[in-house]
Each structure stands twice: as structure tokens, then as C-alpha cells.
């Protein structure tokens, strides 16, 4: 069976069929894309995938609508929209065709699922409001598509399609690099795991590079550690706080109030320490030229917070 057609509805588009197209043409980059809602086009066949237009939901059909009476929905009753339902039969193939690991495709899938699919399905549902995010509403990724639609008095088929193929460009980034970040996550967690354990009983967390570290760090329940030191390149390191949940941003424990918003000499001065350069007023983070200067600044920060009851 060939694919030769990615059928989707004509007229003005949305993230949910942007979307779907973003995972069927990297799975069927011969297949044309085409917009209509003639029945001769939105009928399944065999040399065609059928979405977000059709009028039911058919994976051996390879048909994937939810506009029609008793659309699917997810376990927990949540709805899907086209890019739900191509995501959950076609999604392992397009995380497999960018080369994810076997042993990390459902996880991969599973995360990209409830925190980019989902969001974008409840959205073209209308199962939450945009207008909840206030005057940020305008800046979430389904509405930033659309206005990449022609103006009302700018349109018509040609212009339409120009338009779709544009912001489809723009959706594959967005989905592309979602992907390669889920990625990277599952591998610095590997890297920060390791970091945790040399760390031992310290309140030290050091690590090779700038990577997420919050998720492991809460999920292996290292309640001790309190900073993180990483090098930012040969002459340039940082010391920075943990935060006490990923969703968070009230830190385990700030860095010295002495310290908060100096830089050069008056930092060297308030800490003892040479190579000191910056602290963030905010006292979240510092930086220093050298290791052994960002390590003696870290040993100062753990006396402080220790000091402080933590």
C-alpha cells in the first residue's frame, strides 16, 4: 500500500492538522498534501491518510477525525483532536524515524504526549479556555500559528495553501524540538544520576555541563544536595540553587545575602574569595573565573544555609 495523499480539510487551519502533518510527512515524504472537503478526497482509500476531516475516526482506515458524534476520547475521557489521535498510532514511528533509542520511544512518546499533544487537543476542543493565560493568551503556540492564516481580505485557495505549507515549516520546529528535548532529558538524567551518586552525602551537586538536573534530582529524592556547580567554559563557572520541585521556583537554599548583586572586586571582597565575578540579586546563582574559586564559594553557601537551619 502506497501513500500517496495526506487529506486534511481546505480553509483556514489550525495547530491539531498542522500538527498531524508535521508526524505524516516525515513518515510519508512522497505523499502530496491535500486541502479539500470534497467527498472524493475525504473518502478513506487505500492509497491516502484521511485527518481532522472525514467524519469519523478509523485507524484501519487510516482515518483520524473527532469532529463527528461520539468522537473518541482519551482513558480519562479527555478528548483528542487529529493530532491526538495520529500522535497515538503514528507517534513511535515518527519518534523512531528521528533515531530515539527503542528503549526510550514509549517514555519519549508518553511525555511528549501529555505535555505538547494534549494541550494542543484539549485547546481545538474547546475543553479549556486560552483566555485563562489573561493578556499571555495571544503568545500560546495554537493561536501563534493562526496568525499565520492570510487576512480576510487576503485569501482564497492559493493563498490558503501558501499559508499552510508556511506555518507548517514553523509547527515542525516547534514539534522537532520537542522532540530532541524529551530526548536529552532521558539522557542527562542518566548523566545527572551518576553526578548524585559521586556526590555521596554532599550538599555539592557537580556536573560536566549546563543540563536539566531538577528532574533527577527530585526523583532520586537527594533532599541533601542544596547547590549545583557547572562550567559555562574554561574561565567561566557557575554556582546556583536547587529548586524544591520542578514547578517551583523557591530555591532548597539562596546564596549568601552578602553576596546578592556584586560583581568584581566588591564580590572578592564580600566573599574572600579570588575569581569571584558575579551574584544575581536574586541570590539564585553566581559565577566565578575559576573552579577551585566557584568551589570555594560553593563551600561558603553550604556553611550559610547550614548555618540558617538547613
Not at 51 to 68: E, I, N, S, T
Not at 128 to 141: C, D, R, T
Not at 165 to 194: P, Q
Request: hydrophobic share 45%.
Amino acid at each position: 500500500m502506497t501513500t500517496s495523499y495526506l487529506v486534511t480539510h481546505s480553509g483556514g487551519f489550525h495547530a491539531d492538522e498542522l500538527m498531524s502533518s508535521v508526524v505524516l510527512t516525515r513518515l510519508f515524504p512522497q505523499a502530496q498534501i491535500v486541502r479539500s472537503r470534497d467527498a472524493a478526497w475525504i473518502t478513506p482509500g487505500p492509497d491516502r491518510i484521511v485527518y481532522d476531516v472525514g467524519g469519523g475516526y478509523d485507524p484501519d482506515l487510516r482515518l483520524f477525525d473527532h469532529h463527528q458524534r461520539d468522537a473518541p476520547l482519551r482513558d480519562d475521557g479527555q478528548p483528542f483532536s487529529s493530532f491526538g489521535l495520529v500522535w497515538k498510532h503514528l507517534g513511535r514511528d515518527y519518534l523512531a524515524a528521528h533515531d530515539i533509542p527503542a528503549h526510550d520511544i514509549e517514555t519519549v512518546h508518553a511525555k511528549i504526549d501529555a505535555g505538547f499533544v494534549l494541550p494542543i487537543d484539549l485547546l481545538d476542543n474547546g475543553a479549556v479556555n486560552p483566555s485563562v493565560a489573561g493578556p499571555l493568551s495571544g503568545m500560546i503556540l495554537p493561536s501563534l500559528l493562526e496568525t499565520l492564516k492570510p487576512v480576510f481580505d487576503q485569501g482564497g485557495p492559493e493563498a490558503d495553501m501558501a499559508a499552510f505549507h508556511a506555518a507548517l515549516n514553523i509547527a515542525r520546529a516547534f514539534l522537532e524540538a520537542r522532540v530532541a528535548r524529551s530526548a536529552a532529558g532521558l539522557r542527562a538524567d542518566d548523566m545527572v544520576m551518576n553526578a548524585i551518586a559521586a556526590a555521596g552525602t554532599g550538599r555539592v551537586l557537580e556536573l560536566p555541563m549546563g543540563m536539566p538536573f531538577r528532574p533527577a534530582v527530585i526523583k532520586a529524592g537527594a533532599d541533601q544536595l542544596l547547590f549545583v556547580i557547572t562550567p559555562r567554559g574554561t574561565d567561566d563557572w557557575t554556582l546556583g540553587g536547587i529548586s524544591k520541585d520542578p514547578n517551583s521556583f523557591d530555591l532548597r537554599a539562596d546564596l549568601p545575602a552578602a553576596w546578592a548583586g556584586l560583581t568584581g572586586a566588591a564580590l572578592e571582597e564580600a566573599s574572600g574569595v579570588t575569581g569571584a565575578k558575579f551574584c544575581h540579586n536574586g541570590r539564585f546563582i553566581a559565577a566565578a573565573s575559576s573552579y577551585e574559586a566557584i568551589r570555594a564559594m560553593a563551600d561558603q553557601a553550604v556553611t550559610q544555609a547550614e548555618a540558617d537551619g538547613l
